[in-house]
């Protein structure tokens, strides 16, 4: 199995993509650390995954990060896979944005996926560093179409998952001497509990379906797909990618 001796760490794992992302790698083989908010959601889907160990944290929070980054070098002998999933989004246009609105998505898309990057990614750097024949470790962010395509009503959200997108470049270049790969997978429109509540509009969801080329929303599942595969060995020469799996979105 690809993720046979492998430690991975996904944050947001409590739903949607991150949890079937957590599944999809421990159906392969990964020991998984679920990372999230709140510890119930965490609970209730790790029951699902046997050996599965729950930490919450607030990936907004360094010191939240920080003490997760300890617990990770302190209990594992490595961390192999680190999927930086949480995140969220709020409507709003330019003029009706608050600062506090502004500041909250900057932190939840962007300075998350920058603090888990540092710490975590710091105690993959470290591990590689103390290793003769270094291990296959690699990094993946779930970015967003909406990084690649401006959304009127969503400017945070967007310009955060476009910065998310060029973080992972950089990452990427700091981190490949060390043998740790960093990509980003950019979902579409995903029925999530991110977004039932407007896929609920009927009329939202057949404009969706109308603006994409395969004429459907897709499922966590498809998404989790590509994640294990960016994350896998299988990707083992790709680095400073980003992957859109948007169901032809964009060429539409
Ligand atoms: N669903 C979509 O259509 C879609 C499209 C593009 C990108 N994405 C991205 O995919 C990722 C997963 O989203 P999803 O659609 O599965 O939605 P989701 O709401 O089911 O998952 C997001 C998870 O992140 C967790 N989270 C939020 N803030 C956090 C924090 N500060 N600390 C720790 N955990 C936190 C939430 O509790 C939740 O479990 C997000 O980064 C989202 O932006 C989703």
């Known amino acids: 199995m690809r993720f046979n001796d492998t430690v991975a760490l996904i944050t947001g794992a409590g739903s949607g993509i991150g949890e079937e992302t957590a599944k999809r790698l421990a ?27 729950v930490i919450p944290a607030d990936v907004t929070v360094k010191a939240d990060v920080a003490r997760l980054a300890d617990y ?11 999927i930086n999933g949480a995140g969220g989004s709020k409507s709003s246009f330019i003029m009706d944005t608050s600062e506090e609105d502004w500041d909250a ?36 962010n779930i970015t967003s179409l909406s990084g690649h395509q401006a959304g009127a009503h969503i400017p945070h959200y ?5 910065g998310a997108i060029n973080f992972t470049k950089a990452l990427a270049l700091e ?21 039932e509540g407007s896929l609920q509009n009927e009329k939202f969801a057949k404009t969706i ?26 990707a083992s020469y ?11 979105w964009l060429i539409k």
């Open 27 to 53: 159906s392969e083989g990964a020991t998984v650390i679920l990372v999230g908010r709140t510890k119930q959601k965490l609970e209730s889907v790790a029951e699902a995954i046997p050996g599965a160990h």
């Open 72 to 82: 990770v070098a302190n209990t594992f002998g490595t961390l192999d896979v680190l």
């Open 105 to 140: 998505m900057q932190n939840v898309n962007l300075k998350s996926v920058f603090l888990v990057s540092q710490l975590l990614g710091g105690v993959m750097k470290k591990q590689a560093e103390g290793e003769q024949e270094k291990r296959k470790r690699s990094i993946v």
């Open 158 to 162: 967007s310009s955060a998952k476009a």
């Open 175 to 195: 981190l490949a001497p060390h043998g740790i790969r960093v990509n980003s997978v950019s979902p579409g429109f995903i029925d999530t509990p991110l977004t």
């Open 209 to 234: 379906e109308r603006n994409t080329a395969l004429m459907r929303v897709g499922e966590s599942e498809e998404i989790a797909n590509v994640v294990a595969f960016v994350a896998s060995n299988e």
């Open 238 to 248: 790709m680095t400073g990618s980003d992957v859109l799996v948007d169901g032809g």
